[in-house]
């Protein structure tokens, strides 16, 4: 059994998809970013960054990982599905994750911040983001010009950028020019994990998020 860490953000689906792709039996433990759950002394002692997800896998003598990727990575191995065993491809998938884990998340969530949340519009710097998050939106609607998936076949590669891209409106950035994200983005919906997923440990409010996010920044 995995006890689950989470909140309703494209990092905490990350895990949660990946759970339910894989089929694996897990416990939602909801954290309430707004409340300060994350840097409450008994979630730190879990997760020093203070930050969700977190999984402990019960069935390791109760083994902590924390890191939305380095949770998709160990999810993946335990089941022996979402990442290839073969040196070549699975440092492709890795490869994939990364650049998801240090470009696309980071930038669409500061685009997210800065066109949604932050109680000073400062125009060059929601610019900066969303220019820089359309940049590697592009970068993903090109590798999917010809091939179904990131890398092969579905991997965890694909829920990780999923989860983000998904909500790319969110930041105030279009994809009316990307056929082939839009493509791949549809393909993914349509996958039971994903709308699972996306659910845990509820549904995505726009509003509630709004309020939650400002009431951090204050």
Request: charged share 25%; hydrophobic share 45%; net charge negative.
């Amino acid at each position: 059994m995995i006890d689950l860490y989470t909140s309703a953000t494209p990092n905490g689906w990350k895990a949660a998809i990946t759970l339910e792709e894989l089929e694996l039996p897990y416990e939602v433990h909801a954290l309430q970013l707004g409340e300060g759950d994350q840097k409450k002394p008994d979630y730190l002692k879990i997760n020093p960054n203070g930050r969700i997800p977190t999984i402990i896998d019960r069935d390791e003598d109760n083994f902590v990982v924390f890191e939305s990727g380095a949770i998709m990575i160990y999810l993946a191995d335990k089941a022996g599905r979402l990442i290839p065993t073969a040196a070549k491809p699975r440092s492709e998938v890795i490869q994939w994750l990364m650049f998801q884990v240090g470009g696309l998340g980071p930038m669409l969530g500061q685009a997210n911040v800065f066109y949604r949340y932050f109680p000073e519009k400062i125009p060059a710097v929601i610019e900066r983001y969303q220019n820089e998050s359309k940049r590697l939106l592009t970068v993903l609607d090109t590798r999917l010009e010809d091939r179904e998936y990131l890398v092969d076949d579905f991997s965890i590669a694909d829920i990780a950028h999923w989860s983000w891209a998904r909500i790319h409106y969110y930041a105030g950035v279009e994809i009316d020019d990307l056929p082939h994200l839009q493509r791949w983005l549809a393909l993914l919906d349509a996958k039971p994990s994903c709308q699972k997923g996306i659910v845990v440990p509820e549904p995505f409010v726009e509003d509630a998020t709004v309020a939650m996010a400002k009431k951090m920044l204050a």
